[in-house]
């Protein structure tokens, strides 16, 4: 956390204004993949099997420093944090504040029972889940500062977070299984970097806040040709005013702890 107070401190150093804020961490804690799991699924639905693997295993309690979820602070509440802090800056550039969830953000992921995930052995899809959650119990609060704020997910790509427990075989395996489900209908195997961010660039550049829906989720699609597109998914908002009250409680819980953690060093003789 000390280290988002530096960087809202240099942020609020050097610029008065703020354009653009993507929030695009993908911190997991993963522990390897269950191979006998991968294949069973691959058997039995290819285009699930590389849209919503359930084969990735991902370690339980692991906490941060700051004695929070590790997965939740990454992805979701340092994020947070920084936006709280640099508000007046986004206000002023009337900023457009761009959170990345996944296709992986199903509410069975999340409970608001556990909102940090410790309990939880799919930390980083209910991180995702939390974001798109977050994005719906803010909305209101962001426009009535003048900050557009939209919620985007990339579809599936390639990425440095994919060849971690891969060797050359299951690397070329897999690219092969992304491009046999876009052949045979999905729209979410962008597999290109560059593909899958299209719906971020398309809600930073042309996207007018006065004629966009808001509270859909924008993803980068391709069809069978790999012909690209922006698509949109409604999401199920169920929870997100706890969620938001949860984050500002929070929030104001490490505006105290760390209300003398920046001083001015500076100061002449
Ligand atoms: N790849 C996919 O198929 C896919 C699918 C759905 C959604 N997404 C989403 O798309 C976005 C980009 O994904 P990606 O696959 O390109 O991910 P990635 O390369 O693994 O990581 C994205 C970023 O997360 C940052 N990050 C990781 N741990 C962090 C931490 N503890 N604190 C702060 N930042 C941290 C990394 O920063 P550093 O560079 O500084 O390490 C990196 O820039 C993510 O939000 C991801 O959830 C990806």
């Known amino acids: ?38 294949t069973k699924q691959v058997m039995s639905n290819v285009i699930e099997s590389v849209t919503n693997p359930t084969y990735r295993i991902q370690r339980v309690g692991v ?16 994020p947070y944090y920084l936006i709280h802090k640099i508000l007046p800056l986004l206000s002023a550039g009337k900023a ?25 052995d799919t930390t980083y899809e209910g991180s995702k889940r939390l974001v798109d959650l977050l994005h719906l119990g803010t909305l209101e609060e962001m426009k009535d500062q003048g900050i557009q704020q939209y919620l985007v997910q990339p579809g599936i790509f390639i990425s440095h977070s994919f060849s971690v427990y891969l060797n050359f075989f299951t690397y070329y395996g897999m690219l092969l299984l992304f491009y046999i489900a876009r052949w045979i209908g999905s729209p979410w195997h962008n597999i290109d970097g560059y593909k899958a961010a299209n719906a971020p660039v398309y809600v930073a550049t042309l996207a007018n806040a006065k004629s966009e829906q808001l509270r859909l989720k924008y ?4 069809d069978k040709n790999g012909k690209e597109y922006i698509k949109t998914q409604e999401v199920d908002g169920t929870g997100a005013s706890d969620v938001r009250d949860y984050f500002d409680k929070l929030a104001s819980e490490w505006d105290e702890k760390l209300k003398d953690q920046i001083t001015n060093t500076r100061v002449p003789i």
Request: glycine share 8%; no cysteine; proline share 1%.
């Open 96 to 120: 457009k504040v761009i959170w990345v969830s996944s296709l992986m953000s199903d509410p069975k992921f999340h409970s608001l029972q556990d909102i940090q995930m410790l309990k939880s």
């Open 1 to 38: 956390m000390v280290s988002i107070l530096n960087a809202y401190y240099d942020l609020s150093q050097k610029y008065s204004a703020i354009d653009y804020f993507f929030v695009n961490a993908a911190q997991g804690v993963y522990d390897g993949i269950d191979w006998v799991g991968a």
């Open 219 to 222: 993803g980068s699609a391709t």
């Open 63 to 78: 906490k941060s420093a700051d004695d929070l979820g590790l997965v939740f602070q990454a992805n979701v509440f340092g």
